[in-house]
Each structure stands twice: as structure tokens, then as C-alpha cells.
DNA sequence: ATAATAGTGTCTGTGAGACAATATCAC
DNA sequence: GTGATATTGTCTCACAGACACTATTAT
């Protein structure tokens, strides 16, 4: 019935969770943040961190909150966006839990820090979680998740999350590559982002490499969306 | 904490609501159908049709049956998706409430069926409804979910679903004109729609209007994607 | 004929894909 | 020098914006 009818049906309750899909790039592969559940259900599984939503607290704010005791970094910091809501019945063994799913993109960040529960987290390479066996419905979040942030990648200046400052055009190529599984043209992907008004700024310092001609060093500039839009297209295979 | 974890915070009950955010394009203009509310809080005041999760059904039943009963459509003849979650504290005053918002789309519906709480819905043209007052947040949901729709319409095919087929390539312009508030040129219009893979399917028949040159008809296409998008650029200013 | 809407054709500029060529480092 | 990476430049094609022009109906 809808909210103004009387309540025939009336109002039962469930719990509400926050999930976090942290993801970062990292030795080459796209990795996201997993804890191995330390009791039932699904004991030894891996998981997505996340945790109820205190009585006080608003999604967004439980989203943070989480972000900063799993892995000891200012939200901030990252770029966290909700993702959707899950709430299939049964989801969770214990009683009707619905979730509000977070994406958190963030640079290279160090593993959690220890003294809490988060000591038993792990940065998972994506294809390998999407393999293993995850704790409740949490293989379909990761799914959606990097979807939506090879999606992300494609209309916004996101990438730069996943870069720390400064980076080389080539970090942020790089960046792309990995998360879309493709390579792209060097000298094309550079032409993109240059002339792209925001996308990065220059700070006219270089970096050397181990190898190769010095790289211009860059910061993100303050476009929050791309357009045009860089879209993956033919997708060549990689490898 | 995080779900592993001891419950030193325990779990602690919320409710769970669906709200809808039906839109159509009627009469000229983007229209939302809202609710007259028949009791506290907001008494009077409008607001988006929804109502409580029940305990055996997945969110998206519950936005399925909700917009059955509300509009009396069968949700297939709709596209409906989730927007997204929205649980401030304090959203509704009767208690912690987090709600989940769908967006559905659709050609010119029927004013709700009788007989129900439904009786008290109109189609209120979306300009207005953002200037009345709507009740609780549901103006910011209403608010997300147009921005959602206009950008639906640059990178989806969903622009069919608000026409009743079969349709004319100046229905399918209208619907674009009214949602964005920007014209558009026809022939350029045009060309993208019926040069785009699957957007539309030619039936082979024409109709005549009042006036002019009889108009070749279609219907919608299986392409769900569009590719390359059609993106609202400069957007000339309307009337 | 005129008004009105549907539909076609063409010119042009922007931007992406392909790819050659050059620059600058370590060794 | 070689090898490796960065950077610039160029050619071409797809496609969108602007807009002229033709087609088919009602009146």
C-alpha cells in the first residue's frame, strides 16, 4: 500500500548495512579490498567490509565511517559514491538485511591497518575474487561495481582517483588499460587528456623513469565530467 | 564495525519503503505522477507513491507491485530500474526509515485507476511539481531522478519507452525536446535515430496528422545501448 | 496556391583511430 | 651506439551541426 493508507500491512523490521567495494590499481591488476569473515555465516569466506548503519547516522556517513576503520584513510581522500541498494531476501542468513552498496576509488593504498578487524584484509585482484566463493551476494556488488567504474572511467575524470598525485600521462593510461582489460594508443590517449579542459593540470616538473625520455608530471585538474566522453570502443584484445 | 565483528553496535531495526518516480510526457510537458498525502506527516501536501517493503519481497517486487497498484499497469509495460537509496536520519519523522527509489518511464498512462489511494494521483508536470512542496526528501529524489532520465536518454534507448507504439520520428524528437528543454533539429534528429542499429524498427506503415506529410512509423528497436550517445551539447535555449 | 509537417542531401568542423617520426633518458 | 619510454605530428574517417531543398498531405 502506499504511504498514505492506513497500515494494513504495516511496517516490519530489517537491519541496514553499508558495503564498501574499495578498488585501486595495484602491481598491474585491478584490486579490491576483501576481509575473511571470522564467524558464521560464511566463516573463512571472503567479504566486502562493511557493517551496520548506526541509529544516528545517515548512509553516506556510514559509508565514511566505514571507509576510515577498514582502511585508516580519510574518506576524503578517495572518491566514494554510492552504488545501489541490495535487498533480496535471504541475502543474508541471519534476517532480512537490506544493503546500501559504496564505490570507493582510490590510488595505490597501503594495507589496512592493523589493530582491528581489518588486520585480516587483503587487496584481491578482481579476477580472482570474481573466481573464489564470496560471502552472501557480495560477488553480484563486485560485478556492478566494476562495471560502474569501467563506466565511470569513460564520462568522468574519476581515472585521476586511482592516481597519486603527480602522475605521468602514462600512469593515467595505464590506469584505464588495467580496468578495462584493453591497451590504448599512447599518443591518442595523450591528445585525449591534454586537450581535455580539467581532465589534468601540468606542474612542469618531470619524472624520470628506470628507463626512457623524463615524463611531464600532472595533478587533476577540476573537470568532474569528461565530454566528450572517452569511450571504449573497438576494445582491442589485450595481452 | 565491520560485519565480522562482534556486535558491539548491534543491528538496530529500520523500515523499508519503495518510492516511485513515474514519469511520462503528457500534453506537452515532463509529467510525475504524485500522490495527495491523506494523513500525517505532510498532510495534503504531495508526494511520490510507495510504501513498505513486505517481508517475503525483493526490493524489486516491491517496486513492481507498487506500481501496480498505483498506476494498475503491468510493470513490464514500463522501464523500471532502480535509482538509488536514501536514509538521512530524520527523512521521515515517524522513525528511521530508509527508502529505496525506482525510476519508471512510460508513454502517456491512464490517470490511476479508482477504487484505491491511487484515486488521490495526478500527473503533475515535473517544473511544477519541484516548485510546490513536495513531502520529506522527495523533492531531492525527484530532483535525482530527472537528472537520471535526461541522461538515460543520451546514452540508452529508453527515449522509446515514452512513446506508445507505433511512433513517428517527431514523437520520438518531442519526447528528447520536452525532457532536455532544449529543440532540436529535425533532420539531424533524424538521421541519428534511424542510422543507429536497433534504435527503431521501420513498421512499414504511415499516419496522418492534421496537417502536413504523412509520417512513416515505427517501433522500438532491441538496441538498449546507444553508441556512439546522443548528447546534449550546446543546448540551444527553448522558445 | 498556401501552410504545415516529413524527409533528403550537402557542406563543414571536430575529434578519434592508425601510425610515422622525433625526443630524451639509462646503459 | 641500443633500448626504452615520452611526445609531436599527420592522414583519414565517422559523425554531428547547420541548413538548403524536396515531398506529401489538408485546406
Not at 54 to 73: H, V
Not at 88 to 116: H, I, K, W
Request: aromatic share 6%; with cysteine; charged share 30%.
Amino acid at each position: 500500500m502506499i504511504e498514505s493508507a492506513p497500515p494494513t500491512i504495516p511496517r516490519f523490521p530489517v537491519s541496514a548495512t553499508v558495503d564498501l567495494v574499495i578498488l585501486t590499481v595495484r602491481e598491474g591488476a585491478l584490486r579490491v579490498l576483501l576481509i575473511r569473515r571470522g564467524k558464521e555465516p560464511h566463516l573463512g569466506a571472503y567479504a566486502l567490509p562493511g557493517g551496520y548503519v548506526r541509529p544516528e547516522e545517515g548512509l553516506d556517513a556510514a559509508a565514511l565511517r566505514e571507509l576510515r576503520e577498514e582502511t585508516g584513510l580519510d574518506g576524503r581522500a578517495l572518491h566514494l559514491a554510492q552504488l545501489r541498494a541490495y535487498g533480496t531476501p535471504g541475502r543474508d542468513p541471519r534476517g532480512r538485511v537490506v544493503t546500501v552498496a559504496y564505490l570507493a576509488l582510490g590510488p595505490d593504498l597501503p594495507t589496512p591497518v592493523a589493530g582491528t578487524d581489518a588486520a585480516h584484509a587483503e587487496w584481491v585482484p578482481v579476477d580472482e575474487a570474481l573466481d573464489a566463493e564470496l560471502a552472501f551476494d557480495h560477488a553480484e556488488i563486485l560485478r556492478d561495481a566494476v562495471e560502474e567504474a569501467r563506466t565511470k572511467l569513460e564520462y568522468t575524470t574519476v581515472a585521476t582517483s586511482f592516481c597519486r598525485e603527480p602522475f605521468t600521462v602514462s600512469d593515467l593510461r595505464r590506469v584505464y588499460e588495467v580496468i578495462w582489460g584493453t591497451t590504448l594508443d599512447p599518443s591518442n590517449f595523450r591528445r585525449k587528456v591534454t586537450r581535455t579542459e580539467g581532465f589534468v593540470e601540468p606542474t612542469g616538473e618531470r619524472r624520470t623513469a628506470e628507463a626512457g625520455r623524463p615524463a611531464a608530471l600532472y595533478r587533476a585538474g577540476r573537470a568532474q565530467v569528461l565530454y566528450p566522453p572517452l569511450l571504449r570502443s573497438g576494445e582491442p584484445e589485450r595481452r
